[in-house]
């Protein structure tokens, strides 16, 4: 197959069915306009899982939603004739036609050959191809070198299913090999009955922070694997769900200690990419914290929360840059904004004493200072800006980033490339202690972050 032009306008998609979802992507590239960004869809398929056994899953089910997608994206994908037979329309311009079509599945989704088999049926102009841990290998390999870091995690949290994937360079004598190692961790669920009854774990109550009946919490809990919403705003199941992903992932690494121990500590360019459904629900902060928590992290890592899965679907694309067979894309449309999450070396007995003082300058905003206190987990927002932002700083207090032992720093916010969104200071004293029950959580939670 040709290679792609950079200078050609090009348009592509790529569908990606996992965890029980549909996530479709039209990227978009003019490099001669400097015109270059990604739609996205999510279909969630739960409403179809009492139908599921009737083969939903068909040439029809391609054909309508298609059809459908044409709409949300108010793009012209397909062409019907007379007797509605579907084909793609080339690309001819933005908003008219694309170079080509990718169907990607997840190994592990369930009715995986009924879907396999439908997509193929539909068209034999999709490109079908199915996503295990082999291409999540060659993925991190890629996404690692591209993005200039030497340790790499990948952190999927489904309510089902909890993953961790790792890839980090190789060292001999403190020398680089020039070999990285790819190792996962995994935990799932394999129906609705045994997720209900595990909120009965006596380990529910050591994370919970609301205080209700154990009637009550399994029906709230019970409720929400049963109808899986996307969003929420009740507070009490929020808190269920945080202690839920705080289990999850501190099961992860009791499990798999020697995988995930020493990430944010052991290299100075380490990364982290979350995605899932629960990171949907929970937020950024609460999410962070039942990682840091759960996989009981330390030291310093870069943070994109990656919703719409754009570094599954098109990563390859972003890695092969001009040899790409389908798109062209760089960093700054495939990366979502970067999260800064520093976790210094901290002291016991220090409570709310400045542990670190800051400034943010910009050319189109005013200069604004910020800080951290000792025992809390502070997340500071940067100002929204469309130039370069420098953000600088000190610890006090004897506190020290992880690994290198700095006092200060120094980050450059680049809004065309690394735009940093904001920063995470957690100036907690390790280890990181829950309990004894609901009310004593309830209480350091709103110790530590401030609105709880």
């Keep these: 197959m040709a290679k792609l032009s950079v200078l050609k306008k090009n348009a592509y998609i790529n569908i990606l069915v996992k965890d029980n979802a549909i996530w479709a992507q039209l990227a978009y590239t003019d490099f001669n306009a400097n015109r270059e960004y990604i739609l996205s869809d999510y279909t969630d398929l739960n409403a179809l899982k009492f139908l599921l056994d009737d083969n939903v899953f068909t040439k029809e089910?391609?054909?309508e939603y298609f059809d459908t997608l044409?709409?949300?994206f108010d793009w012209n994908i397909v062409d019907k004739d007379k007797d509605s037979v579907f084909t793609f329309r080339g690309f001819a311009k933005e908003g008219d036609g694309v170079s080509g079509?990718?169907?990607?599945?997840?190994?592990?989704?369930?009715?995986?050959?009924e879907i396999f088999d439908s997509v193929r049926d539909f068209s034999n102009e999709v490109a079908l191809r199915v996503i295990d841990d082999g291409y999540i290998n060659t993925l991190m390999q890629g996404l690692s070198t591209r993005m200039e870091v030497d340790d790499l995690l990948i952190v999927d949290m489904d309510?089902?299913?909890f993953s961790v994937f790792r890839i980090s360079a190789?060292?001999?004598?403190?020398?680089?090999?020039?070999?990285?190692?790819f190792s996962k961790s995994k935990i799932s669920w394999k129906d609705e009955i045994p997720l209900i009854d595990s909120i009965k774990d006596a380990r529910f109550g050591a994370f919970l922070a609301t205080d209700i009946s154990e009637k009550n919490l399994q029906n709230m809990w019970g409720n929400f694997v049963i109808d899986r919403p996307i969003f929420v705003?009740?507070?009490?199941?929020?808190?269920?769900i945080r202690s839920y992903a705080t289990i999850q992932n501190f099961s992860l690494f009791r499990d798999n200690k020697k995988k995930i121990e020493t990430f944010g500590r052991e290299y100075t360019r380490s990364a982290m990419v979350i995605t899932g459904n629960i990171p949907r629900i929970l937020g950024k902060s609460k999410t962070l914290m039942s990682i840091i928590d759960g996989l009981e992290i330390t030291g310093n890592f870069d943070c994109y929360f990656d919703l719409d899965l754009r570094t599954i679907a098109y990563g390859k694309s972003y890695i092969e840059m001009t040899d790409s067979t389908?798109?062209?894309l760089t960093r700054n449309s495939l990366l979502p904004k970067m999260t800064k999450v520093i976790i210094p070396q901290s002291k016991a007995g220090?409570?709310?004493r400045v542990v670190f003082s800051g400034k943010i300058q910009g050319v189109d905003i005013d200069e604004s200072d910020f800080y951290a206190l000792s025992s809390q987990y502070t997340l500071v927002e940067m100002p929204p800006h469309e130039n370069r932002l420098l953000i600088e700083g000190t610890f006090r207090n004897g506190l020290k980033t992880i690994p290198l032992g700095e006092t200060k720093i120094s980050y450059m916010s680049t809004p065309e490339s690394t735009k940093i969104e904001s920063i995470l200071f957690d100036c907690r004293p390790r280890p990181i202690v829950y309990g004894p029950d609901a009310q004593a959580n309830k209480l350091k939670l709103q110790a530590w972050l401030n609105d709880y």
């Design 159 to 161: 309510l089902f299913d």
């Design 170 to 181: 190789e060292y001999e004598k403190s020398k680089p090999t020039g070999k990285k190692i």
């Design 101 to 113: 079509v990718r169907v990607q599945i997840d190994d592990n989704q369930e009715f995986f050959s």
């Design 61 to 63: 089910f391609w054909f």
């Design 350 to 352: 220090m409570k709310n």
């Design 326 to 328: 389908d798109i062209i």
């Design 233 to 240: 705003q009740d507070r009490p199941l929020l808190d269920v």
């Design 70 to 72: 044409e709409k949300v």
